[in-house]
């Protein structure tokens, strides 16, 4: 299965449809991640989505035949978690991926943390570490990779609206 990140021609917003929940994770007490599938320029890709609390129920009570017990799992769950992160999975023959019919999202790419570190730090301060690192070799240093890798979106995206789709 590929990332859906890899798949985009752009970074720009974007919507997706054919969802399949596969897994919720609570990630804290606010926050909440979804892994799902989606079928995308024909194949399947798999992707994460971060929401919080209230976006989740709107997501779950899209989920057609499946959405009252998805319900029930989620406020079970949270009644009984103690440790963060807390998992849900979906994708077995007794729990299979739940589908989000006639469900479009609008999501849009997230990124990396920037790195903030002041430039004027001193030659061999303790943040330097590239003197250390065996992978570079006579001065040569990875940067031009870490840099790609660095500014590079993530597989994770954030939702930003959820439409239905009405058929005629």
Known sequence: MKRLIDALADDADFFIEQVQITAIVFDNTDDVTVWATT????SQ????????????DLLLRLAGPRAEALQEDVADALATVTEWPCLLEYTTAKKPPVP???VAMKVSCTYPAEDFEDDDD???S???LSELDPGTEDGEDDDDEEDCEASAPHNIFYLEGVFLRIEP
């Not at 994460?48 to 609390?53: A, E, N, P, R, S």
């Open 126 to 128: 303790p943040e330097d």
């Open 100 to 102: 989000l019919p006639g």
């Open 45 to 56: 890709h798999f992707f994460h989505l971060g929401l919080q609390f209230p976006s989740l």
């Open 122 to 124: 001193e030659e061999g």
């Open 39 to 42: 079928f995308f320029d024909e």
